[in-house]
């Protein structure tokens, strides 16, 4: 089964993205806030455009097919809003001080690379060897690296999905992941570096947590196996409908409540609104070019 094997690599090389912002976070001595504001953005305008544009289509057109013309588009909308429910149950699990999306400023990366460069003031305070006070910062560093894990796992799932019905589909929506991962993994380096003071164990916590992703995948290639012995073709519509309902429902959450308010907080102007436009202008090129 090809398709199954380039959606699992497809989202094993998204997920793997968090390990690429935590070396940024590392390797660079200035971040490019700009850039990271425009790349999420522009994830943010494919993964719009691909969710309404493509993917709640297919997903109406194999409800209808299984469940009718009338009941159809209310079972179609019943899977995206699901899949936003699902995720934002999932992220409501995580306690507001350790979400993952949260904006390290200049000066709280630049220990980082510079070990020379003073704590920012939200490490300095737990840096004395108080052993309560190097307890709760390391469980804020844990806390964050399962908080990016729980967020990536859906994504995961949906990248799967997207690229098992159509590979190039697929594709844009790894690469709309994997952009959205590269600030999260400078996001989850931070609080573990200072939770641990080692550089090594930040950069292996934030590749871990993106290989949730991939994690997400496989349980649902294991759970085809298992119910339809992994023979895509045979999957009823009703299930792939569902299945791509809730995967439009959960790259809208996704795109609205993590990447633009992330990439307005990084970005300066119309950066946000520069990169929205051309995620989604590339996104319509690509569907226009695959006819």
Same mark, same amino acid.
């Given at each position: 089964?090809?398709?199954?094997?380039?959606?699992?690599?497809?989202?094993?090389?998204?997920?793997?993205?968090? @390990?690429?912002?935590?070396?940024?976070?590392?390797? +660079?001595?200035?971040? $490019?806030?700009?850039?990271?504001?425009? +790349?999420?953005?522009?994830?943010? @305008?494919?993964?719009?455009?691909? %969710?309404?544009?493509?993917?709640?289509?297919?997903?109406?057109?194999?409800? %209808?097919?299984?469940?009718?013309?009338?009941?159809?588009?209310?079972?179609?909308?019943?899977?995206?809003?699901?899949?936003?429910?699902?995720?934002?149950?999932?992220?409501?699990?995580?306690?507001?001080?350790? $979400?993952? *999306?949260?904006?390290?400023?200049?000066?709280?990366?630049?220990?980082? *690379?510079?070990?020379?460069?003073?704590?920012? &003031?939200?490490?300095?305070?737990?840096?004395?060897? *108080?052993?309560? /006070?190097?307890? &709760?910062?390391?469980?804020?560093?844990?806390?964050?690296?399962?908080?990016?894990?729980? *967020? $990536?796992?859906?994504?995961?799932?949906?990248?799967?999905?997207?690229?098992?019905?159509?590979?190039?589909? @697929?594709?844009?929506?790894?690469?709309?992941?994997?952009?959205? $991962?590269?600030?999260?993994?400078? %996001?989850?380096?931070?609080?573990?570096?200072?939770?641990?003071?080692?550089?090594? &164990?930040?950069?292996? #916590?934030?590749?871990?947590?993106?290989?949730?992703?991939?994690?997400?995948?496989?349980?649902? #290639?294991?759970?085809?196996?298992?119910?339809?012995?992994?023979?895509?073709?045979?999957?009823?519509? /009703?299930?792939?409908?569902?299945?791509?309902?809730?995967?439009?429902?959960?790259?809208?959450?996704?795109?609205?409540?993590?990447?633009?308010?992330?990439?307005?907080?990084?970005? &300066? @102007?119309?950066?946000?609104?520069?990169?929205?436009?051309?995620?989604?202008?590339?996104?319509?090129?690509?569907?226009?070019?695959?006819?």
């Amino acid at each position: 089964m090809p398709n199954v094997r380039v959606a699992l690599g497809l989202t094993l090389l998204a997920g793997m993205a968090t @390990g690429i912002g935590s070396v940024i976070a590392f390797a +660079a001595k200035r971040t $490019n806030y700009r850039f990271l504001s425009v +790349a999420t953005g522009f994830s943010a @305008g494919v993964m719009l455009y691909v %969710s309404f544009r493509e993917i709640l289509v297919e997903s109406g057109a194999a409800m %209808s097919a299984g469940c009718g013309a009338y009941w159809g588009p209310w079972a179609n909308a019943a899977a995206f809003f699901g899949g936003m429910l699902l995720i934002g149950l999932v992220d409501g699990l995580i306690p507001a001080a350790e $979400n993952p *999306h949260e904006t390290h400023s200049e000066r709280e990366t630049a220990p980082l *690379h510079d070990p020379k460069a003073s704590l920012p &003031k939200f490490a300095a305070e737990y840096a004395h060897e *108080h052993g309560i /006070q190097r307890g &709760k910062l390391m469980r804020m560093g844990l806390f964050t690296a399962l908080a990016i894990a729980i *967020h $990536n796992f859906p994504e995961g799932l949906a990248t799967f999905l997207a690229a098992l019905e159509r590979p190039a589909v @697929g594709l844009a929506v790894a690469v709309a992941i994997a952009l959205h $991962n590269i600030p999260e993994g400078i %996001s989850v380096s931070v609080p573990i570096f200072y939770a641990t003071g080692n550089r090594k &164990k930040a950069f292996a #916590y934030s590749l871990l947590s993106g290989l949730a992703e991939p994690v997400g995948a496989a349980l649902a #290639y294991a759970l085809m196996r298992l119910f339809i012995g992994g023979r895509t073709e045979l999957l009823p519509p /009703q299930l792939m409908g569902l299945a791509l309902g809730g995967v439009a429902g959960v790259m809208v959450y996704i795109s609205l409540d993590e990447l633009l308010p992330t990439s307005r907080a990084y970005g &300066k @102007g119309h950066d946000s609104l520069l990169g929205l436009t051309a995620g989604m202008l590339c996104m319509a090129v690509s569907l226009l070019l695959m006819k």
